[in-house]
């Protein structure tokens, strides 16, 4: 496939896949699910994944999604077969902005620590700790952190972005 037949099917830009392609960009998550569809694979064939059974995670032993991203992602779900769900702690830096997003699902959010900017279709509201949104992902949403703090997330949601094909 073409630069800009990939492109055209992922609705990014060729000189963004080509920069990605030869490690000058990183791809947000948002990117990868996008590039993941049109090349008709699971998004973990980008990335690695620790994945198992086990029904208990410690947090002394916490298992890291290994993306090239500044958000960092902590697997809670058990990665057990046909998942219905992943739960993914996400630690979200100061200025970091997410892509707008819209697709199959739903997406739950709740903000542990900080505060985190939502739009959600015309809903535009900033989340606080002890705040939550549950909503149907195909509505457009995107989530920033526009404050000088760490935002702590807990996300739930469906299906399973992280799973790795059964």
Do not use: W
């Amino acid at each position: 496939m073409t630069l800009q037949a990939l492109g055209e099917k992922s609705g990014l830009s060729t000189a963004f896949i080509s920069q990605v392609e030869r490690g000058q960009a990183s791809a947000s998550m948002v990117s990868l699910m996008n590039l993941a569809r049109a090349l008709d694979v699971n998004v973990t064939t980008f990335m690695e994944i620790p994945m198992g059974e086990a029904p208990i995670r410690r947090r002394d032993n916490p298992q890291y999604i290994e993306i090239d991203s500044p958000v960092q992602y902590v697997q809670l779900s058990a990665g057990m077969k046909l998942q219905q769900l992943d739960i993914v702690l996400m630690t979200i830096p100061p200025g970091h902005v997410f892509p707008v997003d819209q697709r199959e699902g739903e997406d739950f959010l709740y903000v542990l620590e900080g505060e985190l900017y939502t739009e959600l279709g015309d809903l535009k509201e900033t989340l606080r700790e002890g705040d939550c949104t549950h909503f149907n992902s195909r509505t457009p949403h995107t989530a920033s952190n526009l404050t000088t703090k760490d935002v702590v997330l807990l996300y739930v949601g469906t299906p399973s972005v992280f799973k790795p094909d059964q």
